[in-house]
């Protein structure tokens, strides 16, 4: 019984890696906005704009990699915005206070690992929907910054600080590198560990999963404390580029967040999508709005656009399932 | 022991609001005079008929995550009527039009494009915010017309015009979800939407209609927030739907399987009013007030889902 359970998932799994159609779609609207944005702006395609433009990006990538882990359990973490806030304003604080840098950094990103957790222990063991315990945690890392700030903002960080994020590694900004490393090991933890299966095979189907003998459980506890750990470093990055931190420095990151990873082809059923996908989608959405700002447009706009831009991912995500079915 | 069982038989929330008003009523002088009480009162009114709505959804085993952004929006367009000449009556329908029409759409999202109500809220939302966002240019927009101020001063009858709203709204919801078919589907909706569908019934339009209701019921507290801020400003209520969504779950209704009822709601609507009073009375700011709010819903949440596994025999896998 277990044995069918269990293989019928990998078949499943199986099947959904075949579908190759997603992904090529995806690269060609990649392609095709580079191809607009060259056209419309001779300035696109210089280095500076191109480095700009990764920069910009990375904050969606580093937030997106958690996410994509949480999302692939057919989970979703609503928190992620409030806890890059919470973590760069805590940040901000002990390193004024005078905190040494890698302790203040180290302490943040210990924040976002417990809200992660506490996540995890509400969904994973306590069995609350995801959005909702997620939604709860985001208004109280909210409320938290809010008293943490008492309505100021911080700005004046140390320059070591900055580094992270406005800092250059010979002529490659240093968040860029940080973000292909974290990359780079999520890639391979999803795609090339038992663990990653794991992940895959809750996603693709929780019972099957459950009676295969996956702890499932300690996997949704891992993959929440995961996004905690990618959103408080998206939040330090954000801090030391911005030299400032706030309440509502994580507002739009829930969103965009969100709209990167399923625009990559991460289903919010589980069990399908990719890291890969989740960077392509994180370009994708920072190309639309450096175009929107190219073309002169309010960045007031940018939430009708990120809304938009989530529906249409989600809805051709259920197109393609049932066309693919 | 018949005295006990009685006793049992009281919804835990009476227990812990009648916990909070004797603590209040100890540690918060000022808490027991009757403009504090009648203060109470009034600020649930909004919250309620907003609740009324999420309550729907929710019994639908749905959640709506845009109905503080939509209240928002719809104070802005109806501010943003008003500024360009319009008379008040016209710009309120316009207005609630205007917003009722964005929820509508949410409603076909869910329904027939059958995506996860979350994430069409949600994405949504952020365009509706968006667009009350361009309409002003993210600013505030100021009312100085009083007769919409009076939707939230003024009084009828003696009673101070939230609360009036508030119980006609409620009155219409009762019949609404216990004496049509209407409220009947969406009962059986969150319970078992597969008996439904043998029996006949269009499933995607009374889904459709819920979400509708439910961004309708938002737009008139938006209305009512408007009047009482005398401004149109989209981000002004925000974080509203944790509140309905608090307020519904915090009163008995549950994510699975259609329980609870919009009765049930308004203890819930009260025990959160008066929490958020008790605290402005006995003088915490705002600032503490937002963590530890959402604490109470979690902990409500977290309750009501351990209760109900307990009370089904056990988790599942």
Redesign the interface.
């Known amino acids: 019984m277990s044995v069918r359970l269990a293989t019928k998932a990998i078949e499943e799994f199986g099947h959904h890696k075949r579908t190759l159609l997603a992904p090529i779609l995806r690269l060609a609207t990649l392609l095709a906005l580079c191809l607009i944005l060259t056209l419309l702006s001779e300035n696109f395609l210089t280095w500076n704009n191109i480095i700009n433009v990764l920069r910009q990006s990375t904050m969606l990538v580093v937030i997106g990699l958690g996410l994509t882990a949480v999302v692939l359990t057919a989970g979703?973490d609503?928190s992620v915005g409030g806890v890059l806030a919470l973590v760069g304003c805590l940040t901000a604080q002990l390193l004024r206070s005078g905190v040494p840098i890698p302790l203040a950094m180290l302490i943040g990103i210990g924040v976002g690992a417990i809200l992660g957790y506490f996540n995890g222990i509400?969904v994973g063991i306590?069995?609350?929907?995801p959005?909702?315990?997620t939604?709860?945690?985001k208004?109280?890392a909210?409320?938290?910054a809010?008293?943490l700030m008492?309505?100021q903002i911080i700005f004046g960080l140390p320059k070591a600080f900055r580094w992270i994020g406005a800092g250059y590694i010979w002529i490659i900004p240093a968040p860029i590198i940080i973000t292909a490393v974290l990359a780079l090991i999520f890639h391979i933890l999803l795609s090339k560990t038992t663990i990653g299966y794991d992940i895959y095979a809750l996603g693709t189907n929780?019972?099957a999963a459950?009676?295969s003998g996956i702890n499932?459980r300690a996997v949704s506890l891992l993959v929440y404390t995961l996004s905690g750990i990618t959103a408080a470093i998206a939040g330090l990055l954000m801090t030391a580029r911005l030299d400032a931190a706030e309440v509502g420095m994580g507002e739009p990151f829930?969103?965009q967040g969100?709209a990167s990873v399923?625009m990559g082809g991460t289903s919010?059923m589980g069990g399908v999508g990719s890291i890969g996908g989740t960077i392509i989608g994180a370009l994708i959405l920072t190309l639309v709005v450096n175009g929107l700002n190219l073309l002169g447009i309010?960045s007031?706009?940018?939430?009708?656009?990120?809304?938009?831009v989530?529906?249409l991912a989600?809805?051709g995500d259920?197109v393609l399932r049932k066309y693919s079915e | 022991m018949p005295a006990k069982s009685a006793l049992w038989k009281i919804p835990p929330v009476i227990w812990i609001i009648a916990l909070l008003c004797v603590l209040y009523g100890l540690f918060a002088p000022g808490f027991f005079t009757f403009r504090n009480l009648q203060n109470i009162i009034v600020q649930a009114s909004p919250l309620l008929i907003v609740a009324l709505g999420m309550t729907m959804v929710i019994l639908t085993e749905g959640?709506d995550?845009s109905v503080g952004l939509t209240m928002g929006v719809i104070g802005v367009f109806c501010a943003f009527l008003m500024k360009t000449g319009y008379p008040m009556g016209l710009a309120v329908l316009l207005g609630l039009s205007a917003g009722t029409f964005f929820v509508f759409l949410n409603g076909l999202?869910v329904s027939t494009?059958?995506?996860?109500p979350?994430?069409?809220t949600?994405?949504?939302?952020?365009?509706?915010?968006?667009?009350g966002?361009?309409l002003t240019?993210?600013e505030s927009v100021p009312i100085s017309n009083s007769a919409f101020r009076f939707l939230h001063d003024g009084t009828i009858i003696g009673l101070p015009m939230p609360i009036f709203l508030a119980v006609v709204v409620f009155g219409f919801a009762w019949i609404l979800m216990y004496h049509t078919p209407f409220g009947r589907n969406v009962i059986a909706l969150g319970g078992n939407p597969e008996a439904l569908r043998v029996a006949g019934v269009n499933i995607e339009r009374a889904q459709t209609l819920v979400y509708t209701l439910a961004g309708f019921l938002a737009g008139i507290t938006g209305i009512i927030i408007a009047a009482r801020t005398a401004s149109g400003y989209a981000a002004a209520t925000y974080?509203w739907e944790?509140d309905a969504?608090g307020a519904t779950i915090i009163g008995g209704t549950s994510?699975e399987e259609g329980q609870g009822g919009i009765g049930k709601t308004i203890l819930g609507v009260l025990l959160i009013s008066v929490l958020r009073n008790g605290l402005n009375v006995a003088g915490v700011s705002n600032?503490?007030?937002?963590?530890?709010?959402?604490?109470v819903?979690?902990v409500a949440?977290?309750i009501d889902?351990?209760f109900r596994?307990a009370t089904e025999g056990g988790?599942e896998?």
Do not use: C
């Not at chain 2, 494009?113 to 996860?116: F, G, N, Q, T």
């Not at chain 2, 949600?122 to 667009?131: D, E, P």
């Not at chain 2, 600032?287 to 604490?295: D, E, M, R, S």
């Open positions: 979703i609503l509400l306590i069995g609350l929907p959005f909702v315990a939604y709860g945690t208004w109280i909210e409320g938290l809010l008293i008492q309505g929780r019972e459950f009676y499932v829930l969103m969100m399923v919010l309010s007031l706009v940018h939430n009708i656009v990120t809304g938009g989530i529906l989600v809805f259920s | 959640i995550l999202l494009a059958k995506l996860p979350f994430i069409a949600l994405g949504l939302g952020s365009m509706v915010f968006g667009f966002l361009v240019g993210g974080d944790f969504i994510f600032k503490y007030q937002f963590a530890f709010i959402g604490l819903v979690l949440i977290i889902v351990k596994q988790a896998a």
